[in-house]
């Protein structure tokens, strides 16, 4: 089974926004755009990640496959505090 270490950044700009990285890489290949918006990122925890890691809001396979694929998965605040 496959796990990572995961930091958590919350946002300085947006409340409930958060980027998930392997700890490993870092912020690294977050792009440079999206760190722009995102504000000055905060660590807010760091866990150990794998499939059957269970999450409140966010799927640990989805999350997995983000980091894998783009080097961070980004988690935006609930629906119905969400304004852009």
């Not at 270490?5 to 890489?25: P, T």
């Not at 760190?35 to 150990?48: H, N």
Request: charged fraction near 25%; glycine fraction near 4%; include cysteine.
């Amino acid at each position: 089974m496959s796990r990572i270490l995961c930091d958590v950044y919350k946002s300085s700009i947006k409340a409930d926004l958060y980027i998930y990285v392997n700890r490993a890489e870092g912020l690294d290949r977050v792009p440079e755009a999206l760190l722009k918006q995102f504000g000055s990122p905060a660590l807010a925890l760091t866990f150990e990640l794998h499939a059957e890691r269970r999450m409140a809001r966010e799927d640990p396979a989805v999350v997995m496959q983000n980091l894998a694929a783009h080097g961070y998965h980004l988690q935006l605040p609930p629906a119905d505090t969400w304004h852009g």
